[in-house]
């Protein structure tokens, strides 16, 4: 086959560091989401939905053929730290992402599952904290962890 083509789904979540509601406002909120949309974009890994709280995102992405997991996360974790700086430096002069992340296997027959999670967020999070959501992920995929290094 001469052409090398690839669908694979990816559904990444991270916070702030130490759950900071950096993004509590809803107008830094939209733009922080359109900001790493953005840049996913640019990184060949087109976004369905991304989506969030104050203080944690979720990206659903197709993720592209050329490029890490570790390396697509470190770049738009980068990219919308400076960005977030830059607009706001007297709200976010000490914004940061937590260091580590989440990221899960997407089938395409559960992307409009997922996509709805994401944009119900601020519903989801009025009876299930960050820490919950993310241990629910977190069996749902059969992944062990350790809680001393999953909360920065």
């Given at each position: 086959?001469?052409?090398?083509?690839?669908?694979?789904?990816?559904?990444?979540?991270?916070?702030?560091?130490?759950?900071?509601?950096?993004?509590?406002?809803?107008?830094?909120?939209?733009?922080?989401?359109?900001?790493?949309?953005?840049?996913?974009?640019?990184?060949?890994?087109?976004?369905?939905?991304?989506g969030?709280?104050?203080?944690?995102?979720?990206?659903?992405?197709?993720?592209?053929?050329?490029?890490?997991?570790?390396?697509?996360?470190?770049?738009?974790?980068?990219?919308?730290?400076?960005?977030?700086?830059?607009?706001?430096?007297?709200?976010?002069?000490?914004?940061?992402?937590?260091?580590?992340?989440?990221?899960?296997?997407?089938?395409?027959?559960?992307?409009?599952?997922?996509?709805?999670?994401?944009?119900?967020?601020?519903?989801?999070?009025?009876?299930?904290?960050?820490?919950?959501?993310?241990?629910?992920?977190?069996?749902?995929?059969?992944?062990?962890w350790?809680?001393?290094?999953?909360?920065?």
């Amino acid at each position: 086959m001469p052409q090398s083509l690839s669908a694979v789904y990816v559904h990444a979540v991270f916070s702030t560091k130490g759950r900071r509601p950096f993004l509590r406002e809803a107008a830094v909120r939209t733009e922080m989401h359109a900001c790493l949309g953005g840049i996913s974009k640019r990184l060949d890994c087109p976004p369905l939905i991304v989506g969030g709280i104050d203080d944690h995102v979720h990206l659903l992405v197709r993720f592209g053929r050329t490029i890490t997991q570790a390396d697509w996360i470190k770049e738009i974790k980068r990219v919308s730290s400076l960005w977030i700086k830059e607009r706001a430096p007297d709200d976010c002069n000490d914004f940061a992402w937590q260091a580590g992340y989440g990221v899960f296997s997407v089938s395409r027959s559960r992307l409009d599952a997922v996509h709805g999670y994401i944009a119900t967020q601020d519903r989801h999070h009025r009876k299930t904290s960050f820490e919950d959501e993310l241990r629910g992920l977190l069996r749902k995929h059969e992944m062990a962890w350790d809680e001393r290094y999953v909360w920065d």
